[in-house]
């Protein structure tokens, strides 16, 4: 089966994608294109699929550059894929021929792209690193290595929506801690239940950076199984492990 890869005009011309699960080698629970290592999918089926994303962004497997994410701010200047993978949660280089990847199931994979200064970006971010800061952290990176924060472009990719996403009142009061206008990225729910709106609110974090164009692409990870994984749905499901979506973009 042919890979699907999603694409974002605001990106180009720089090569990228958010592949999602069609074109890949596992099977069972992780049927599709799981790229994700630290799952319990045959180590040998993972690589088969990942050698398959690298390939379709024109570099080997061995160019795929990843990081070990742990729900961080941090950001790693990657000259080089490094092995072992550093533990970070976002990726920055202005080295052709690098693909930077990161791997989500929920959480929002983000892109970022300042052709003009040879410059790009990848974010695993989900609720605790969009709080933290792991998206503006990525544009202060790129700035560093010489891009102009209204040149850069980020787009996010194929995440949980808000109408799938139900979180309790400890959660509310988390965001609302932060900033009371927080709490426009909350929807009422069931009872104390309510929806949270994370593309949303990770649109606001990117445009407050002061980014030139930020998008959501508009794909909810957990309302469509036969394009995407989903953390939240495997557990509804009570599915023993779940695949990972990879994303990737090289200059």
């Not at 160019?63 to 701010?73: D, E, F, N, R």
């Not at 080089?80 to 550093?86: G, L, M, R």
């Not at 970070?88 to 983000?110: E, F, K, N, Y």
């Amino acid at each position: 089966m042919t890979l699907e890869i999603l694409t974002a005009d605001s990106l180009g011309p720089v090569r990228h994608g958010f592949f999602t699960r069609k074109g890949g080698a596992s099977s069972g629970i992780f049927a599709g294109l799981n790229c994700g290592t630290g799952s319990s999918d045959q180590t040998e089926i993972v690589a088969i699929n990942r050698a398959r994303a690298a390939d379709a962004m024109g570099v080997g497997p061995q160019m795929l550059a990843a990081v070990h994410q742990v729900h961080s701010p941090d950001v790693i200047h990657m000259e080089a894929p490094q092995d072992p993978k550093p533990k970070a949660d976002a990726l920055v280089t202005a080295t052709p021929g690098v693909a930077l990847s990161v791997l989500t199931a929920d959480c929002q994979p983000v892109l970022f792209s300042a052709p003009e200064a040879g410059v790009i970006g990848a974010a695993h971010a989900g609720w605790k690193g969009a709080q933290a800061g792991v998206l503006e952290a990525t544009v202060d990176a790129m700035v560093a290595l010489g891009a102009a924060r209204s040149d850069i472009s980020a787009v996010i990719g194929p995440s949980i929506s808000q109408r799938a996403y139900e979180v309790g009142p400890e959660f509310f009061d988390i965001f609302l801690d932060e900033d009371p206008e927080n709490t426009r990225f909350f929807a009422g729910g069931d009872g104390d239940r309510m929806h949270f709106d994370l593309p949303g609110y990770g649109l606001a974090r990117l445009r407050a950076a002061g980014v030139g164009s930020a998008e959501w692409t508009r794909h909810c990870t957990y309302y469509d199984p036969d394009r995407f994984y989903s953390y939240r749905r495997s557990v509804h499901a009570k599915d023993p492990d779940y695949g990972r979506l990879i994303s990737a973009i090289v200059l």
